[in-house]
């Protein structure tokens, strides 16, 4: 008998809970296109992703800025409180 951590189980699906008006869409959609909801979905996501990657890219970019290594930087980034009202409001008290 062999074990398997979690992590290199290979995942075949998970859960995806929408709303029923959303799920009637995906179910008409599918049906009318011929195709799985599952691939529908899938198909979608990538198009959604494609379509704002450069928003995305922007909000990498920024986190990038902003997570520097240093507990403010995870803090700012956290909170949404930028470094310099951290250090004005009494700064964190530790670095790195």
């Known amino acids: 008998m062999t074990t398997q951590s979690a ?3 290979p995942r075949t699906a998970a ?3 929408v709303d029923l008006e959303t799920d009637q869409l995906i179910t008409e959609g599918a049906h009318f296109l011929g195709v799985t909801k599952k691939d529908l979905v ?3 996501v990538r198009m959604y992703i494609e379509h704002r990657r450069e928003e995305i890219r ?3 970019a920024e986190s990038m800025r902003v ?3 240093t507990t403010k930087g995870r803090v700012a980034l956290l909170t ?3 470094a310099e ?3 004005r409001l009494g ?3 530790e670095e790195r």
Do not use: N, Q, T
């Open 58 to 60: 922007r909000g990498m």
């Open 7 to 9: 992590e290199s189980k």
């Open 85 to 87: 009202d951290i250090d």
């Open 42 to 44: 899938a198909d979608a």
């Open 67 to 69: 997570l520097d290594g």
């Open 15 to 17: 859960p995806l809970k």
């Open 80 to 82: 949404g409180i930028s």
């Open 91 to 93: 700064g964190i008290g």
